[in-house]
């Protein structure tokens, strides 16, 4: 269970299934292969049959249960065999892989993940800090209900959220995460000045990358034609836990997207 999200970048499968069923049979395929790698190494069982495993997903403060067999997830995603090669060389391909425009952010949410975005955020009094104050002002963001709710759950480890400032808390930052419902590119370029996820390809970072995105925005023309593009800035780390991974991943699908100029969809 966890919030899954895509990148909405045109392409033949989602035009003939349609954007909810390839969401669905992603999903899908990719639990039946979690699921019997887990089965195999932990309990040493090879019949997928015999592979009974429980989705659980969220919906509003209800959670709903399924028993199934990973065979027949297997079987029910079958579909996406056919679509396969229309993912090579796909630029919203985030892992290279078939439908690597896709992914989870797994639950729960660790604490370290939870600590991890705090201590990305930027700092109070610059500009990117701003978009996230403007963020809590304009969307509420840390006032969805749900969040509470995860946390007593246990969807999210810390049962109450990190304060990040004066009055804002990281319930402000996993709301905006996790549930916008669709991160636009003009959403998605200010979540990651917020969080440091942008360098320029100068090897300029911090507020300047913001500084710089602002004048960008201001005054197309004033940067000049060798002006530095914009790289992502968040490297893999060989002892991050799998919550960190899972935002990583996330965060450089933004970026991706932001680079193709096309949303990502994200279900909560």
């Known amino acids: 269970m966890g919030i899954r999200y895509y990148i909405d970048y045109p392409c033949v499968p989602r035009e003939e299934l349609g954007p909810e069923e390839l969401e669905r ?20 069982v090879e019949d997928e049959e015999r592979m009974i495993v429980v989705l659980r997903r969220a919906d509003g403060e209800e959670v709903a249960e399924a028993r199934r067999s990973v065979s027949s997830l297997r ?10 090669e229309q993912c090579e060389g796909c630029p919203a391909n985030v892992d290279e892989a078939p ?13 370290a993940a939870e600590e991890w975005l705090a201590g990305r955020l930027a700092p109070e009094g610059t500009r990117a800090r701003s978009l996230f104050d403007a963020g809590i002002e304009d969307h509420g963001y840390g006032s ?22 004066e009055g804002a808390t990281t319930d402000a930052l996993l709301h905006e995460l996790l549930l916008p419902g669709e991160i636009g590119p003009e959403h998605g370029l200010g979540l990651l000045l917020q969080l440091g996820a942008l360098r320029l390809s100068d090897g300029t970072h ?3 990358v913001a ?3 602002a004048r960008a925005v201001e005054d197309p023309g004033s940067l000049g034609e060798n002006a530095p593009g914009l790289e ?12 960190i991974r899972d935002l990583k991943r996330f965060l450089f699908a933004v ?14």
């Open 25 to 44: 049979l992603v999903f899908l395929r990719d639990r039946a292969g979690k699921f019997a790698r887990l089965f195999r190494e932990t309990k040493g």
């Open 75 to 84: 079987e029910e995603s079958a579909a996406l065999v056919a679509y396969e």
């Open 99 to 111: 439908f690597g425009c896709h992914g989870v952010i797994a639950f729960p949410v660790s604490l």
């Open 144 to 165: 969805d209900p749900r969040l509470a709710e995860w946390r007593r759950l246990g969807f999210i480890e810390r049962p109450e959220p990190l304060a990040v400032g």
């Open 206 to 208: 911090g507020d300047a």
């Open 211 to 213: 500084e710089h995105v």
């Open 232 to 243: 992502f800035a968040i490297d893999p780390y060989p002892m991050d836990d799998a919550s």
């Open 255 to 268: 970026y991706m997207a932001l680079s193709q100029e096309c949303p990502v969809r994200v279900t909560a």
